[in-house]
């Protein structure tokens, strides 16, 4: 019987179009609507919003009620050209006294967020820095009011989850919707996590039912905070849409997740208008491939000094990623025989993966990928049996001088890789995947027994390996199963983690022979035009010294040939990632900074927008932060120097 994979692997042979649907939904988020301007970075003052409200309506953009979404999302009649909702969090009292009499006066429905612990409560809330009370919040005879109108209608913004909880023993406080709460040294169960927000969301849509006689169909994210898994337990909580923060140039229709337009620094006209009319900018990533390796320390004091280091030096450097290792690999073989976060299979070394991420999130304001090995997996838990063998004259043997790559044909291996991957989505947040460079297999790797029988599932024979120069047909479909094979059992696990983490990105490193030549596939299992079908990001590792390409001359050849391969592609230019390499590791010599920089500066001229770097010896200040800067900072001005 053909296994689960497989039929992924005859999916991915064969090509599907999906049409795509036309007419963004554009939603637009409030809170605070003042006279009063710099107090909350969030508020609006009332004038800028009454000129909103005037572009809008002399601009052709139609405010609709979720009446009108819903019914067209169920096959009523469509919205009207340009349409916009408009939503207010958090129930303050402005959206009466201020919101409300606007919306009457332009004939506008709108969507308003409740915390029902804060309408209900007397207790202060810290609310933007400053300390409000309950008369600050809307009262549910003000709430019947508007509702009654039919200009409003009110979703749970949660009972109690506009909050962070306590997310890891170093005492982050992250959104309570999707962090495992920590407490008493340890975390709380899968059982605990889910029985705690169906609880909330449950009781929050009760209050509301209770004092409106209406329980709310909508789920407003606190923070924008949620995922798959938050998304369904308030749909069986009653409230199938969910109103989250992900920047999105408009929803398309069919969508119950829509994302928001957030307003904040009170912006004018000109800012809402581009906001609306603009589509965004392919993101430029500026990334630094950090070891975890380097912070860890059993002083637990020390380890924070470290991060400290790390932190602020990304700050400084004003780059937008961090692939961030949340494995260890201290023998230098390969293979992740450590986490860095708490897991099922392998020993943790610290609990530093979600410390660091959220850190480097929330201080050096960077987006973060956990940087994971795909295949490269060692420890007493796992089964020497699940080795990728490879085909020889004296029969099936492991490649001693490759890393411990378990088979990904091997449904144990999977299993227990798949659970790696889960247990990281369940203890962390973070942004995207960066999947590691041992994803590969030569042309006589896999030869495991797995590996023969998935090719003889099928293509209904069993592959030569021995003689495939001579057969290129079975060298072909080999390198084919191989290369589709990883491909599927990234979407799996990419899939997974995406479950726990919303708007989740993938990067996958390629070795750049893979782009420059024409036998990536079969040498290495790796295909660049697959490549950029199945990842957000393709890092091609541009890296000269680990091609033995040592004269400058020939090293400026490989940079163009690179380049020119990947800006043929339609989107290789938004999609490829270009990684330099800082170290010269045949001879354990640091590549000079001032030719990073200048490399950087000769690939930017060429075209090629993504760039990044690795390793990042923090702590030595190598490469040298000023030039890095120079070279691949995001900032307006990289080469201004830092105070």
Do not use: C
């Amino acid at each position: 019987m053909i296994k689960r994979y497989l039929l992924g692997i005859l999916m991915l042979l064969s090509s599907g179009l999906v049409m795509a649907q036309s007419g963004p939904l554009h939603v637009i988020t409030y809170h605070d609507v003042t006279d009063e301007q710099g107090q909350d970075s969030m508020a609006v003052t009332t004038s800028a919003l009454v000129e909103h409200f005037r572009w809008l309506r002399d601009n052709d953009f139609h405010p609709v009620s979720m009446d009108q979404v819903v019914a067209a999302n169920n096959g009523g009649d469509a919205l009207p050209a340009n349409p916009v909702l408009l939503s207010f969090d958090d129930g303050l009292i402005s959206t009466y006294t201020r919101v409300y009499p606007l919306l009457k006066l332009f004939n506008y429905p709108a969507v308003s967020s409740l915390v029902t612990d804060w309408v209900d409560g007397e207790k202060t809330i810290d609310y933007a820095g400053q300390q409000r009370s309950r008369s600050d919040f809307v009262s549910w005879e003000q709430i019947r009011e508007m509702q009654d109108s039919g200009l409003v209608e009110f979703a749970s913004h949660s009972h109690a989850m506009h909050q962070g909880i306590m997310a890891n023993p170093q005492g982050n406080t992250q959104p309570a919707a999707v962090s495992l709460l920590y407490s008493d040294g340890k975390y709380e169960s899968r059982e605990d996590y889910t029985n705690r927000i169906i609880t909330d969301l449950q009781t929050s849509s009760k209050i509301i039912a209770s004092h409106t006689g209406r329980a709310p169909r909508v789920m407003t994210w606190p923070y924008g905070a949620h995922n798959k898994i938050t998304v369904e337990l308030a749909r069986q909580s009653g409230m199938p849409w969910s109103l989250t923060l992900e920047p999105n140039f408009g929803n398309q229709p069919g969508s119950t997740v829509l994302h928001r337009h957030l307003i904040n620094n009170n912006p004018g006209i000109r800012e809402l208008a581009t906001m609306l009319l603009r589509p965004p900018a392919p993101p430029l990533v500026r990334a630094a491939q950090i070891d975890l390796d380097y912070v860890y320390d059993p002083d637990p004091a020390q380890q924070e000094r470290n991060l400290g280091v790390l932190v602020e030096r990304i700050h400084q450097l004003q780059i937008s990623h961090v692939f961030l290792q949340a494995f260890s690999d201290l023998d230098g073989d390969g293979g992740a025989e450590a986490l860095y976060f708490p897991n099922r299979y392998l020993p943790m070394r610290s609990d530093l993966f979600n410390r660091a991420a959220w850190q480097l999130k929330t201080r050096a304001g960077v987006r973060v990928y956990a940087w994971m090995p795909i295949l490269s997996f060692t420890g007493d838990t796992i089964d020497p049996a699940w080795r990728v063998l490879q085909a020889g004259a004296k029969g099936e043997t492991l490649d001693t001088n490759a890393e411990p790559r378990l088979s990904p044909f091997n449904p144990d291996a999977r299993a227990v890789i798949t659970g790696i991957y889960e247990d990281l989505a369940r203890h962390a947040r973070f942004d995207g995947l960066h999947f590691h460079d041992d994803g590969r297999l030569n042309e006589l790797e896999d030869a495991s027994p797995d590996g023969i029988r998935a090719y003889q599932d099928l293509y209904g024979e069993a592959p030569d390996l021995l003689r495939l120069k001579s057969n290129p047909r079975v060298a072909q479909r080999w390198a084919t199963l191989k290369t589709l094979t990883l491909l599927e059992f990234t979407d799996q696990l990419a899939k997974l983690v995406g479950n726990y983490q919303a708007g989740m990105k993938t990067s996958r490193n390629m070795f750049s022979p893979a782009l420059s030549g024409t036998d990536g596939a079969r040498l290495l299992a790796q295909d660049y035009t697959r490549f950029l079908g199945h990842y957000d990001f393709v890092t091609v590792m541009a890296m000269p010294y680990l091609e033995n390409i040592d004269n400058p001359g020939e090293a400026k050849r490989y940079y163009h040939e690179l380049a020119e391969r990947a800006l043929a592609h339609g989107n290789g230019a938004s999609r490829t990632i270009f990684q330099l390499q800082t170290m010269d590791w045949r001879n354990k010599r640091q590549v000079p900074s001032l030719e990073l920089k200048n490399t950087f500066r000769l690939l930017q001229s060429l075209g090629i927008r993504n760039l990044a770097y690795y390793p990042d010896d923090f702590l030595k200040n190598h490469p040298d932060q000023a030039e890095l800067r120079q070279g691949i900072s995001v900032a307006e001005f990289p080469a201004r120097s830092q105070p």
